[in-house]
Nanobody
Framework: QVQLVESGGELVQAGGSLRLSCVVS????????TGWFRQAPGKEREFVAA????????YYADSVKDRFTASRENSKNTAYLQMDNLKPEDTAVYYC?????????????????????WGQGTQVTVSS
């Protein structure tokens, strides 16, 4: 069973920064990929970023590219989402998710249905 726990969400002013963390409890984490999603009030959950635990390219949504950076620390089974130059429209509950890093997954990595395991979410609020 794979468990994910996010942390780091809080209230921040526009233009500020936050770093979210996601601890993934699983053996052999290099077999997996992790994605970040967010859901704003009244909106559908949307893709933010995705990465492989065995290295390689990181993928981003256009809305966060050049402002957000996803990374990982394998020794701690922890993924990070560094968020800079935050905007009020970034206000949302942020989720991390995981799935086995297969060809089928990477064909669909922007879709929620590609992920098997989800964290509980952490609230990020950006004030103007």
């Amino acid at each position: 069973q794979v468990q994910l726990v996010e942390s780091g969400g809080e209230l921040v002013q526009a233009g500020g920064s936050l770093r979210l963390s996601c601890v993934v409890s699983v053996t052999d984490i290099r077999r997996y990929a992790t994605g970040w999603f967010r859901q704003a009030p009244g909106k559908e959950r949307e893709f933010v970023a995705a990465l492989r635990w065995n290295g390689g390219r990181v993928y981003y949504a256009d809305s966060v590219k050049d402002r957000f950076t996803a990374s990982r620390e394998n020794s701690k089974n922890t993924a990070y989402l560094q968020m800079d130059n935050l905007k009020p429209e970034d206000t949302a509950v942020y989720y991390c998710a995981a799935a086995l890093s297969t060809l089928d997954f990477w064909t669909n990595y922007r879709a929620q249905r590609a992920y098997e395991y989800w964290g509980q979410g952490t609230q990020v609020t950006v004030s103007s």
